[in-house]
């Protein structure tokens, strides 16, 4: 009997203020091909209409912390693609 | 007690909450919305948050300054409909001397700008409005958008406040 | 308004009083009366000054905080009686930008320290007292009496309050 | 006819703090021979019962502001003897 190997990781992908808009939508369920990245969730955020006006290179967190584009992803991970931060 | 909320910001209670005997040095800081930016005149803003994640930050920034100065540090950010010189952010840190509370109320400024998502909406007071971008020549995005933008769709919890 | 008082210290009033629409950052300072120094308890302390120069030099301290930052300064110095965790001094600076607030408010405490005629009676848990002496070793002045002290004559003006 | 030239200073010397308490009192009136500095006036206020304690170098200040021990003195002026200062 085999290991079942999962080929797909379903994340859930969080957009904010102008990158929200730019898309028309502030949440998307993703599924992308194992091993999933960061930047494999963007791939996909940007073939959206409008997507392709979000940077090649944004800042990103995974499950609320700050992360990189080769973050890996994870089943279920909350994946948010950040526009300039304008706090303060 | 949340980082955010949607109510005016009380500097005094921050003051009261880190103020204990051992601690001489109070440095407070709060950041007020301008009435201009860019060489525009504003007329209110926005401000809305990834708000579990911005909580997180927040926590971590006191964190780090508690520890790296021994000091108290209470920090609040406003998030929603702000006016013109309402306090958008209050900090005030407590340490035994001054150095020690300037130094972390420093820090917690600069690193809730550099790492608490959170984000302002402009309006202007021609009636257009834009997201704030500090990294941007002018200050706003290039995805700025000068009309009036529908709201999120309900039931859309992530969606900032 | 004097920058001496004998009246508790309120930060959210000077807060308010360099408060508008195009100072973004607003810096403030607290020193408050610790319940120890150089490792003896402190049961109370009493600030006096020589008042005339003293507030001669607040108001050159803040002009010159002004000019040089282009900022709003507000201080305020207590004297009298002080107890364990009261202001002793407080100080708000805004400006349109939070560096120069930041500069503005460091500036006027240590310029404060530095130049306002004003001297500080500590009286300790175990009855004695002592005049707080900063450049010395321990803190105390060489000429500290440590017993209670009669009061200066009246009608002498000049004695601080 | 000669113009006269006075041949003493007087001046208002004020102590504070510990100052105060080493001399035991906060205000002298002195008589000091001209030319007169801060430093004759410190001289003579060295010279009362307990003036000894007082150092050589003491802070001073002449009419409200910070001076030296050899800025001249005027008639009336007010000389300050300060302890070291311990505001803020």
Redesign the interface.
């Known amino acids: 009997m085999g290991v079942s190997v999962p080929t797909t990781v379903c994340v859930r992908a ?1 957009l ?7 898309v028309g ?3 998307v369920t993703l599924t992308l091909t194992a091993p999933a990245t960061v930047r494999s969730a963007l791939w996909e955020l940007r073939r959206l209409p409008g997507g392709e ?1 979000l940077p090649e290179r944004p800042l990103v ?1 995974v499950n ?3 992360a990189a584009l080769d973050t890996p992803l994870s089943p279920n991970d ?1 994946v ?1 693609i ?7 | 007690m949340p980082f955010l909320t949607t109510a005016p910001l009380d ?2 209670r921050l ?1 009261a909450e880190v ?18 930016h860019g060489g525009r005149s504003v007329a209110s803003l926005e ?4 708000e ?3 909580e ?1 930050e927040c926590r971590r920034i006191v964190a780090e300054a508690r520890a790296r100065w021994h000091a108290e540090v209470a920090l609040e ?1 406003r998030v929603g409909q702000l006016a ?2 309402d306090a ?2 209050a900090i005030a840190a ?1 340490a ?1 001397h ?1 150095d020690a ?2 130094a972390a ?2 820090y917690v ?1 600069e690193e ?10 402009e309006r202007f007071a021609d009636g257009t409005e834009g ?6 020549e002018g200050g706003w ?5 000068d009309r009036v ?1 529908p709201q ?2 309900p039931g ?1 919890a ?3 406040v």
């Open positions: 969080l904010f203020a102008s990158y929200a808009e730019v939508r502030g949440a006006r967190a609320h912390t700050h909350e948010a950040l526009p300039p931060l304008a706090g303060g | 500097l005094s003051v103020t204990a005997p051992a601690r001489g040095g109070i440095a407070c800081f709060l950041g007020v919305v301008r009435d201009h401000y809305s948050a990834y579990p994640m911005a997180i950010h013109i010189g958008a952010v407590a035994p001054r509370a300037f109320c420093r400024i809730v700008k550099r790492r608490v998502p959170i984000w302002k909406r997201w704030v971008d500090p990294t941007q995005s290039d995805h700025r958008v933008v999120p769709a859309d992530e969606w900032g």
